[in-house]
């Protein structure tokens, strides 16, 4: 994500702080039509366990809105989906 050791560790407390781990997370992708399987295949490539894929297209089909449920070990796991994610060139944000 290019962050600082700081900023990393901020991150890191509000999601210990917010969440439970092992647990659940859910996240969302915004990517360009056609990639969605890049995305799901890459999260699938962490220590993440996916247990859920929606796809919603934009209204003209160019984007498609990619929501992941997702099963993590840690905190640290989360990031590093993030990392991936941030990588692809087909994903324009995550949410």
Do not use: C, W
């Not at 366990?49 to 840690?74: F, I, M, Q, T, W």
């Amino acid at each position: 994500m290019g962050q600082s050791v700081e900023e990393r560790g901020r991150v890191l407390a509000l999601l210990k702080h917010n969440h439970d781990f092992p647990g659940p997370y859910s996240l969302k992708a915004i990517v360009r039509a056609g990639d969605e399987a890049a995305v799901v295949s890459a999260v699938a490539a962490t220590r993440a366990r996916v247990l859920d894929v929606a796809e919603r297209p934009s209204s003209k089909g160019s984007y498609v809105s990619v929501r992941l449920r997702l099963h993590v070990p840690s905190a640290e796991a989360v990031l590093d989906v993030y990392d991936v994610l941030s990588e692809l060139d087909s994903v324009l944000t995550t949410l």
